[in-house]
């Protein structure tokens, strides 16, 4: 049994919220032990002309400030999602916000994109860039909308004027359930608008090597309303797409107290749900648009099953709360395990084996 599991009964005791802070202390403090990790080759992956040492990174939200960058590649991850950071410092919806069903592995959170805003931000990434021996791995920049801005374009915008040259790639996040109104911009119209805002200030920004820009799309989503995104992704020349954020479904397996929660939905039940999301649409899409696949990872085989189904990577979150900070190296020692046991030379033979 690692620390963290013996530890786990006493943080389980802590309030959510609280706990997540103190493991951020930890993790700045050096207080987690870690060191330089061995990626291994089968796993290593191009796309977007950037170098993931492994496929598996860390879902925004774990690092709203972009403060333990670097303890978090050390960990082992291919690739860390800082974020979701608004333009002005807001503090999110009222407390208690983060609810844990251990028997279920799950986690509701109803945050509403709680950070310290765009200055504060943008002083982490400079000072994580400013190390003379930056680790390797990739650093995406997770952005979104304060709850009060009427004009969502305005926010998202000056987002990528003021940190694109820091990002080797930027996500537009349109499919939290805690910001009003943020889904509406999950639709065909909206989202060509805001896309084309986004990628022209890029354009302007970034004269060269611009940083790939994804969007991320809720798994709540009909058969209609799937194919009209897979069709605005692709008109709209968007580098990659995120699925999925969390979900409003509340299956009848959570325990009672914790469904009754408002918030979004992470952990092992939206696993199947978001894997079957990442399988439409890798199909509808005909295999033309990178996909991150998440919901529910906490294995190698959950990993292995989201890059079958369309994911060319894959990200964590909640897996960390279950099972701790070591989780990222079980999860790539048990997919390269995976690929060799299926004949893969590489993990890119993987994607989409079972979409096709």
């Known amino acids: 049994m690692n620390l963290y599991k013996k530890m786990q009964p006493l ?14 202390k930890a993790l700045k403090a050096g207080l987690v032990p870690s060191g330089k990790p061995k990626h291994d080759t089968i796993l290593k992956t191009m796309l977007w002309n950037r170098n ?7 879902a925004a939200g774990f ?12 960990l082992g991850f291919g690739a860390v999602e800082v974020g979701t950071v608004t333009p002005l410092p807001q503090d999110g919806n009222p407390r208690p916000r983060v609810f844990r069903d251990l028997a279920n592995q799950a986690v509701i959170n109803r945050m509403g994109f709680p950070n310290g805003g765009l200055q504060v931000f943008k002083e982490n990434i ?3 860039l400013d190390k ?3 680790l390797g791995g990739v650093v995406g920049i997770n952005i979104g909308m304060n709850k009060d801005q009427s004009d969502p374009a305005k926010d998202y915008a000056l987002l990528m004027q003021s ?5 080797d790639y930027v996500t537009i996040n349109i499919s939290s359930p805690n910001t009003p109104g943020l889904r509406d911009l999950q639709k065909r119209a909206p989202l060509l608008k805001l896309i084309k805002t986004v990628m022209d200030v890029r354009a302007h920004v970034c004269k060269y090597d611009p940083p790939p820009l994804l969007v991320k799309f809720a798994p709540d989503l009909d058969d209609a309303q799937l194919g009209e995104l897979v069709g605005a992704v692709l008109d709209s020349g968007i580098d990659g797409v995120i699925l999925t954020n969390t979900t409003l479904d509340r299956p009848p397996s959570l325990t009672p107290s914790f469904a009754s929660e408002k918030g979004g939905l992470s952990g092992a039940p939206l696993k199947q749900k978001s894997t079957e999301i990442i399988r439409r649409f890798y199909k509808l899409s005909k295999g033309k648009v990178p996909l991150i696949g998440l919901g529910g990872i906490a294995s190698g085989q959950d990993a292995y099953d989201k890059i079958k189904a369309g994911a060319s990577l894959v990200q964590l979150y909640t897996s960390l709360v279950y099972e701790g900070p070591y989780v990222v190296q079980k999860i790539n020692s ?5 690929l060799r046991r299926d004949g893969f030379s590489h993990v890119s033979e993987a994607v ?5």
């Not at 690092?63 to 050390?74: G, R, S, V």
């Not at 940190?163 to 990002?167: I, N, Q, T, V």
Request: hydrophobic share 45%; aromatic share 8%.
């Open 11 to 24: 943080l389980f005791k802590i309030d959510p919220e609280n706990a997540h802070g103190m493991t951020l």
């Open 52 to 58: 993931f040492p492994n496929p598996v990174g860390l």
């Open 63 to 74: 690092d709203k400030n972009a403060e333990i960058i670097a303890p978090m590649l050390k």
């Open 126 to 128: 400079e000072h994580y």
């Open 132 to 134: 003379k021996q930056r």
């Open 163 to 167: 940190l694109a040259p820091y990002a």
């Open 334 to 338: 048990e997919l390269a395990a995976l």
């Open 352 to 356: 989409g084996v079972e979409a096709r």
